[in-house]
């Protein structure tokens, strides 16, 4: 998780967004976004589309390898 969690942080201050600003455009609380990018859990999978078109591909590849590495333990 901390690949997925390091990149989104990585992206939200390139382009220049507060974690509130992300959280309300994905419609989702703070809290929840917080946890994504501290490491502590992963989107959900129904967040996911909204969040790959928020953000684009960048995330992709480290989300699904996250994910399966998540679901193989």
């Given at each position: ?30 809290s ?22 928020y953000?684009?591909?960048e ?15």
């Amino acid at each position: 998780m901390k690949e997925f969690s390091k990149t989104l942080k990585e992206i939200r201050i390139r382009e220049g967004l507060t974690q509130k600003e992300i959280a309300t455009q994905l419609n989702i609380p703070m809290s929840t976004y917080r946890l994504w990018e501290y490491g502590t859990s992963l989107p959900h999978v129904n967040k996911w589309n909204k969040i790959k078109y928020y953000f684009g591909d960048e995330l992709n590849e480290i989300y699904v390898a996250e994910r399966m590495k998540k679901f193989s333990k």
